[in-house]
């Protein structure tokens, strides 16, 4: 009896713990790079809300994906591995059918070089075999073209950041 006591001493704290309902991601700069920013990703009826703001960029569109590892120490961000696609996916566009659930499409930077994101992903999860907590967001150089695989020839990554829990609102 002892025992299971204190299995469930052990365990009750994690089983009480509340769901995470908010991450962020602190973007940095890969070698050679000057971008930055920060992206928040809210749990909301229909998937997460992500919001954020890229800084840095040169005009026009960028690839913007979630990559299956949090590790950004590599000069070029490629220690974050390919995107995240946990049901093995194609890669494709935010609103196909199928897709990379690392799939997030592009952001747009105005003439200063700023990119400001706000819309909900619906494949994008905070909990369960697919959250992203604790991977990889990668701005790239180039657009993505929604269509060659697996990657969307967005090109090198420009910034990196790891998505952890952050306190809710």
Do not use: W
């Amino acid at each position: 009896m002892r025992l299971a006591a204190a299995v469930f001493a052990l365990a009750a704290p994690a089983a009480l713990a509340a769901p995470v309902t908010k991450a962020v991601a602190s973007l940095v700069p890969t070698k050679d790079s000057n971008v930055t920013g920060s992206v928040s990703l809210t749990k909301v009826t229909g998937g997460v809300r992500v919001a954020g703001r890229v800084a840095g960029l040169t005009p026009g569109l960028h690839g913007f994906h979630i990559h299956e590892y949090g590790d950004c120490t590599s000069p070029d961000g490629s220690a974050a591995g390919s995107h995240f696609n946990p049901s093995g996916a194609p890669h494709a566009g935010p609103g196909a059918g199928m897709r990379h659930a690392g799939d997030l499409g592009n952001v747009e930077a105005n003439a200063e070089g700023v990119a400001s994101i706000d819309y909900v992903d619906a494949l994008a999860s905070l909990e369960g075999e697919a959250s992203i907590l604790g991977r990889g967001v990668i701005v790239h150089v180039g657009p993505d073209d929604f269509k060659t695989q697996p990657t969307g020839n967005a090109g090198g990554r420009l910034a990196c950041g790891v998505i952890g829990v952050a306190k809710a609102e």
